[in-house]
């Protein structure tokens, strides 16, 4: 039998190794969230093609979901709160428990929360956060027990609501979202999030929760097309509406026609690409982000996209097939960063801050930008400051 296994250990080395591999274990959950609170802020996720440290984690790190969210938390956490590093090492707190408490950390309430996290259980915790930030009551409700059917087909009663029955709700075996028809003023749960299952090949479970008037909307659409869905199929009903929807907002975004007209020609210095250059710049990067990492990734968002300006428009960019191309909302944001300075790449690929270099925001006359190291001087006095999500520095048109 192999050495590595350690049936061959004694009781007493068997616990020691234990508690040292779970001492390690603990280091290494350290050294991991403190060396992805640095990636991020060096946004080299961005740099590697990926819109989010959380997709980043999940398919290069091959983190779990789960896994990736607790962890990139926690980075952000300990990023203002230090003090977490060294709890989670002890091992007095972990990183469920780091979850629990983030939302309620302010520079007031970290240090008396964090000792009053230290070395509790997750119910504890639980408990503590609720006397911290107590919640509204659940409101009383009565619930519609379903009957149930015996292999016979009878309908058994036994199912049925009786008096010495507990409340399912009250009882934690059913989420407080199910309760229906409350006694009291009703308090709008929080929406559901929507299910989307497989089921089998190109076959899929959708369910979400939907509004009386949506509800309503349905059945009239249902009831206007009789004539060509005669059963009333929703999944086919639901199937053209999404259709018509999905055209409509790609005739609004990319000016996608079946019947193009030709576009009047405008200045080369224009910001805002015409309709001709739209359709050709979402035809050619099949309507995702054009973003490709050093190593060759292309970054694969088709949210939030905005129309880039490869030399910004700021310094004379055409808006031209050739100089326009499609980004997401994060990488637009982190190229317009490296091109004005605030940060940049190095030959070797890593992106480190350039403390010294004048940067937008700067005030005065004298107001100077630096591209790079290597480059001359640029007055900027005629460029305004704008916030990146709405509008970017480097001539991006947000399209959503």
Not at 293 to 317: D, I, K, M, Q, Y
Request: hydrophobic share 40%.
């Amino acid at each position: 039998m192999s050495n590595h296994t350690p049936s061959h250990l004694t009781n007493i080395e068997l616990t020691e190794a234990l508690a040292r591999l779970a001492h390690s274990g603990r280091e290494t959950t350290v050294g991991l969230v403190t060396h992805l609170a640095e990636f991020e802020a060096r946004d080299l996720h961005l740099a590697a093609g990926f819109p989010s440290l959380f997709a980043y984690c999940t398919e290069v790190l091959r983190l779990s979901e789960h896994e990736a969210y607790h962890r990139i938390l926690a980075a952000r956490t300990a990023r203002k709160y230090p003090r977490i590093l060294r709890m989670l090492g002890e091992g007095t707190l972990n990183l469920t428990t780091v979850r629990l408490v983030a939302p309620h950390l302010t520079d007031e309430t970290a240090n008396r929360l964090l000792n009053a996290a230290a070395g509790r259980s997750k119910r504890q915790v639980e408990e503590l956060v609720a006397r911290h930030a107590p919640r509204p009551d659940v409101p009383s409700s009565v619930r519609k027990v379903p009957e149930r059917t015996t292999a016979s087909g009878a309908t058994s009663m036994s199912s049925v609501a009786a008096p010495t029955v507990p409340d399912p709700v009250a009882s934690g075996r059913l989420p407080a979202e199910v309760a229906v028809m409350p006694l009291v003023t009703p308090v709008t749960p929080p929406a559901r999030p929507a299910v989307v299952r497989p089921l089998a090949a190109e076959r899929y479970e959708v369910r979400f929760t939907a509004s009386a008037e949506t509800c309503a909307k349905l059945r009239r659409a249902q009831d206007l097309l009789r004539h060509a869905v005669p059963n009333g199929d929703t999944a086919a009903i639901v199937d053209r509406a999404l259709t018509l929807l999905v055209a409509d907002l790609e005739r609004k975004k990319f000016a996608t026609t079946d019947r193009p007209r030709p576009s009047q020609a405008t200045s080369g210095s224009a910001r805002k690409p015409t309709a001709q250059v739209r359709r050709a710049v979402s035809r050619r990067d099949a309507g995702r982000c054009a973003f490709v990492s050093t190593n060759g990734r292309r970054c694969e968002t088709r949210a939030f996209l905005e129309f880039h300006h490869v030399v910004p428009c700021a310094v004379g960019g055409e808006a031209t097939v050739e100089n326009i191309q499609l980004r997401c909302r994060a990488h637009n944001g982190y190229e317009a960063n490296l091109y004005y300075g605030i940060r940049r790449l190095e030959d070797g690929g890593d992106v480190v801050r350039e403390a010294s270099t004048p940067v937008w925001g700067a005030t005065g006359p004298d107001r100077v930008r630096w591209r790079s190291t290597r480059m001359p001087l640029r007055p900027v006095d005629a460029l305004k400051p704008v916030r990146f999500r709405d509008r970017t520095a480097d001539g991006m048109t947000p399209i959503e």
